[in-house]
């Protein structure tokens, strides 16, 4: 059971990335998605949620409008596509796994526990320069 990033990169202030998480030894059958990352020196921050049987996506308010979460059930990926990316955003990122839909909120945010997750990616640094 393993989750692999990958199309991390350094790009400049507005640029664009699109990130992509790959699942091996399970499929996505009821399973949620979400997108972490981590600044130098901050904590881990959960910045998007997609549920497996549904694609309902949330964001963190931090990124809503600028990032868009995808998921390809037969290919068991998921992709995050980050736009008009600014100097904050720069961290590492990284997938991880849980069983269940998202914990959705009215505003479209999430919440989750680390305890719900079964498996991690090793993440894939992105760095926004001027």
């Known amino acids: 059971v393993q989750l692999v990033e990958s199309g991390g990169g350094t790009v400049e202030i507005g640029g664009s990335l699109r990130l992509s998480c790959v699942a091996s030894?399970?499929?996505?059958?009821?399973?949620?998605i979400v997108w972490f990352r981590q600044a130098p020196g901050k904590g881990r921050e959960g910045v998007s949620c997609?549920?497996?049987?549904?694609?309902?996506?949330y964001y963190s308010h931090r990124v809503e409008g600028r990032f868009a979460v995808t998921i390809d059930n037969n290919k068991r990926s998921a992709y995050l596509q980050m736009n008009d990316l600014q100097r904050d955003d720069t961290a590492v990122y990284t997938c991880?796994?849980?069983?269940?839909?998202?914990?959705?909120?009215?505003?479209?945010?999430?919440?989750?526990?680390?305890?719900?997750?079964?498996?991690w990616g090793l993440g894939t640094q992105v760095t926004v320069s001027t």
């Open positions: 991880a796994a849980a069983v269940g839909p998202c914990h959705g909120t009215p505003g479209g945010s999430f919440y989750y526990s680390d305890t719900d997750f079964f498996t």
């Open positions: 030894g399970f499929t996505f059958d009821n399973h949620h």
């Open positions: 997609i549920t497996s049987m549904t694609s309902r996506a």
